[in-house]
């Protein structure tokens, strides 16, 4: 999943500047052994059908340049 934009969260579990309903998940020790491990916005892939004008994200946990499933 590398050259896609993520959006970092500036500390864990803040979730100022994101929508209503939308908070981060806990990253802790889902990263395996990597630190930090923190919660990012990522757009959904490619492919995915979507509607017009409307991009949806997904929160993922990233560590170095790795995407975790939170």
């Not at 500390?11 to 990253?27: F, L, V």
Request: glycine content about 18%; proline content about 14%.
């Amino acid at each position: 999943m590398q050259g896609i934009g993520v959006r970092e969260l500036g500390g864990q579990g803040g979730g100022e500047g994101w929508g209503p309903g939308s908070y981060p998940p806990r990253c802790t020790s889902k990263c395996g052994e990597c630190s930090p491990c923190k919660p990012v916005h990522v757009p959904v892939p490619q492919g995915t059908p979507v509607i017009t004008e409307y991009y949806p994200e997904a929160w993922r946990c990233k560590c170095n340049n790795k995407l975790y499933m939170p």
